[in-house]
């Protein structure tokens, strides 16, 4: 019987790349692989009903403490793989287009209209706090979950992006994105697991293949 590796993660062109890095690399091993993007709620509810054997996420670091309450409550656990930039992504249109800026405050992207994937980090667990980053600070004219329609259209229109720095990757048709200052906080990416239940070999190998290909810190 094929055994299968079952993996859900956000949408990340940098994991995509390590992926087929690691297909490439354990080809030989004839490992089967199933691989779902989704949202951080839907990943952490796969992962909860053993539909994937775990999951990789990335979440702002004001949601961390609702994040891993709930992750308690539904008996996963969380670890910390890396921590990146909040950033800003001009499309090739905007004003902020080779502007040479080295960061950005929310206030000034007031007028500016956004592209979103629907299921990365920011969406699925909002913060309660009043001084905390909120998506009704900025003027959202398209959600998409697909990487092509986002490429066309930061290369070919008025629009940009908010997200991670996703570690090494830059969105493409824009320039390299811009730190957007929002207090101390960060990205952070990780995977979740069935707490106090061991990991298949296959899922032990990508993930030291996956700390291998981080950046140092």
Do not use: C
């Not at 403490?65 to 670890?79: G, S, W």
């Not at 706090?129 to 009704?136: D, G, K, L, S, Y």
């Amino acid at each position: 019987m094929t055994k299968w590796v079952r993996i859900s993660m956000n949408p990340s062109s940098w994991f995509a790349n390590q992926f087929v890095d690691f297909y490439n690399e354990t080809f030989e091993k004839n490992y089967h692989f199933q691989l779902t993007t989704a949202g951080v709620r839907s990943v952490m509810e796969r992962v909860r009903d053993y539909m994937d054997d775990i999951g990789f996420v990335y979440i702002l670091s004001q949601q961390q403490e609702n994040f891993l309450h709930e992750l308690a409550k539904n008996k996963i656990e969380f670890v910390p793989m890396y921590e990146t930039d909040v950033i800003f992504y001009p499309g090739r249109q905007t004003e902020f287009y080779d502007s040479g800026k080295e960061k950005v405050r929310l206030e000034e992207l007031e007028g500016i209209r956004f592209i979103q994937n629907y299921q990365d980090e920011f969406f699925d667990l909002g913060s309660v706090q009043e001084n905390a980053f909120q998506w009704r600070d900025l003027d959202i004219s398209v959600l998409t979950n697909s990487d092509y329609i986002m490429e066309k259209m930061l290369k070919n229109s008025k629009v940009s992006n908010v997200s991670g720095s996703y570690l090494s990757e830059n969105k493409k048709g824009t320039t390299p994105g811009i730190p957007l200052e929002l207090g101390n906080n960060k990205v952070i990416f990780g995977y979740m697991f069935h707490k106090g239940e061991k990991m298949d070999d296959s899922v032990e190998e990508f993930l030291t293949f996956l700390k291998g290909r981080l950046p140092k810190s």
